[in-house]
Nanobody, 117 residues
Framework: QVQLVESGGGLVQAGGSLRLSCAASGSTSRIDVMGWYRQAPGKQRELVALITNDGTTNYADSVKGRFTLSRDNAKNTHYLQMNSLEPEDTAVYYC???????????WGQGTQVTVSS
């Protein structure tokens, strides 16, 4: 099993910045990909950004150029730096880890990000 603990959400004004962190523990050797999804009220959960073990990243079009995903493999932690935040970024952000071989996903508990206009 893998446990994911998120931190860093909060309230920020439009144009501001936040950094989310996600620390993994447990069977971390099974993780191939880590990243973030988000879910706004009344909407489906959507991909924000993913990063592979070799550092390859993939971003949703809506956050490209504003969000940066990085990871510290020694700490089993990854970070989502969110700049130029917009009210449309308001959502609950969920940390995600994937075991591609076993087609398994693990999720964090979610952290609220609210961007005021």
């Amino acid at each position: 099993q893998v446990q994911l603990v998120e931190s860093g959400g909060g309230l920020v004004q439009a144009g501001g910045s936040l950094r989310l962190s996600c620390a993994a523990s447990g069977s971390t050797s099974r993780i191939d990909v880590m990243g973030w999804y988000r879910q706004a009220p009344g909407k489906q959960r959507e991909l924000v950004a993913l990063i592979t073990n070799d550092g390859t990243t993939n971003y949703a079009d809506s956050v490209k150029g504003r969000f940066t995903l990085s990871r510290d493999n020694a700490k089993n932690t990854h970070y989502l730096q969110m700049n130029s935040l917009e009210p449309e970024d308001t959502a609950v952000y969920y940390c995600n880890a994937k075991d591609l071989w076993r087609n398994r996903d693990w999720w964090g508990q979610g952290t609220q990000v609210t961007v005021s206009s």
